[in-house]
């Protein structure tokens, strides 16, 4: 697919939880993170996704938060996904940092040049990306 949005991940439905108005989405990534959406109950319908079937998690670089100490904190974000610093393009004002999950997979994140000093952030470092359940669009083929 082709989309301004930078982290792409193709996985498998695992749940599905249907609400009033919302639906969360569980979504398996093929190193065995979980990735859980929150949608419209009529994006759900609309796009007839169920458990089973292949879908495509979008998610913008800039929605990325990166953590390398929670210092005793538990966030409410339910994507908290490990990972390691593969590589960090400074610009002027902000950088993009790679990360690489455990299976493969590869997430984006847009920070500030400050954020990188402030993290003191490396290649090779590990860190967590998180980002809100409803930070996900899901697309499906067809």
Known sequence: ???????????????VTIGAVNAEV???LQGGEIIVAS????????????????VLALVKAPQIILVTD????KLS??????GTVTEIKIGAVNAEVDIELKGGEKIAAT???DSVKTLG???GQ???AVFKAGAVILAIKG
């Open 70 to 73: 929670f210092g005793g904190y």
């Open 121 to 123: 952030l490396s290649k």
């Open 39 to 54: 949608v419209t109950k009529e994006s759900v319908e609309s796009l007839g996704i169920k458990a089973g079937m292949e």
């Open 77 to 82: 974000a339910r994507n908290q996904l490990q």
């Open 126 to 128: 590990s860190i967590m």
């Open 111 to 113: 920070v500030t040049d």
């Open 1 to 15: 697919m082709k989309a301004s949005a930078r982290n792409q991940f193709s996985g498998i439905v695992n749940e």
């Open 26 to 28: 569980h979504v398996g």
